[in-house]
T-cell receptor
Framework: GAGVSQTPSNKVTEKGKYVELRCDPI?????LYWYRQSLGQGPEFLIY????????DSGLPNDRFFAVRPEGSVSTLKIQRTERGDSAVYLC???????????????FGPGTRLTVL | GDSVTQMEGPVTLSEEAFLTINCTYT??????LFWYVQYPGEGLQLLLKATKADDKGSNKGFEATYRKETTSFHLEKGSVQVSDSAVYFCALSGSNDYKLSFGAGTTVTVRA
C-alpha cells in the first residue's frame, strides 16, 4: 500500500518568503507528526496531531512556524518569513494511533528538503 | 529532558566484519528504545525496538539489548554486508510515547 508521501521533494526559496510543505499520511492513520532534520543531525520533533487538532506543538521553534490538518488527513506545515537557518529536511510521519504501550509504530515519509537562500 | 547520544561516524567496514554502534540515553521513567535506519535515497524506517529493560530487539541480523543499568542500547551485527551501508539512528520515546528523540546518526559504509 501507499506510504507517507510529501510534496514537494525539494523546495528552494529566498529569505523572507513564505513556504508550504504538504504531507499525505497513510490512509486511516489518525496520528501525524512533523520532524525537522538539519544537516548532520537526527530528526527533531516539531508537532503532533491527533485527528484534526494539534495535540503537542512544543517543538515548533517560533511563531513563524504553523501547521494544520483541517480534515484529519493531509497536513500542511507553513513557514513565514523564512530564514537561512530554516534550511533542513522536513519529515512527516504517521501512525495508526499515538497511544500504544511501548510507543506507536511510526512510518516516515521521504521528506522535503528546504533550502533558503 | 530526554536525549540520546550515539557513536560518531563515519564508520567504514569490510564485508563480513562485526559492527557495533554505541548508544546511550537519558530519560525519566521507562522509555522505549529504537534503532531506525536510512538507506541511501530512502526514508527513515524502523529497524528494531525494545520496550523494557533486558528486552532484545532483533531484525535483519541486527540486535540491540535494552540495558537499564548502563542506560544503553548498542546496535550489533555479526557479519555486515554491502547492503547494510546506511545511516543508523538511535531513538527513544519517553513517558508520552508519541514523541521520538533521536541521536545524531551514524553513517556506516561497508566495502566489498
Amino acid at each position: 500500500g501507499a506510504g507517507v508521501s510529501q510534496t514537494p521533494s525539494n523546495k528552494v526559496t529566498e529569505k523572507g518568503k513564505y513556504v508550504e510543505l504538504r504531507c499525505d499520511p497513510i490512509s486511516g492513520h489518525t496520528a501525524l507528526y512533523w520532524y525537522r532534520q538539519s544537516l548532520g543531525q537526527g530528526p527533531e520533533f516539531l508537532i503532533y496531531f491527533q485527528g484534526t487538532g494539534a495535540a503537542d506543538d512544543s517543538g515548533l521553534p517560533n511563531d513563524r512556524f504553523f501547521a494544520v490538518r483541517p480534515e484529519g488527513s493531509v497536513s500542511t506545515l507553513k513557514i513565514q518569513r523564512t530564514e537561512r537557518g530554516d534550511s533542513a529536511v522536513y519529515l512527516c510521519a504517521s501512525s495508526l494511533t499515538s497511544r500504544t504501550s511501548g510507543g506507536p509504530r511510526v512510518f516516515f515519509g521521504p521528506g522535503t528538503r528546504l533550502t533558503v537562500l | 529532558g530526554d536525549s540520546v547520544t550515539q557513536m560518531e561516524g563515519p564508520v567504514t567496514l569490510s564485508e563480513e566484519a562485526f559492527l557495533t554502534i554505541n548508544c546511550t540515553y537519558t530519560a525519566t521513567g521507562y522509555p522505549s528504545l529504537f534503532w531506525y535506519v536510512q538507506y541511501p535515497g530512502e526514508g527513515l524506517q524502523l529497524l528494531l525496538k525494545a520496550t523494557k529493560a533486558d528486552d532484545k530487539g532483533s531484525n535483519k541480523g541486527f540486535e540491540a539489548t535494552y540495558r537499564k543499568e548502563t542506560t544503553s542500547f548498542h546496535l550489533e551485527k555479526g557479519s555486515v554486508q554491502v547492503s547494510d551501508s546506511a545511516v543508523y539512528f538511535c531513538a527513544l520515546s519517553g513517558s508520552n510515547d508519541y514523541k521520538l528523540s533521536f541521536g545524531a546518526g551514524t553513517t556506516v559504509t561497508v566495502r566489498a
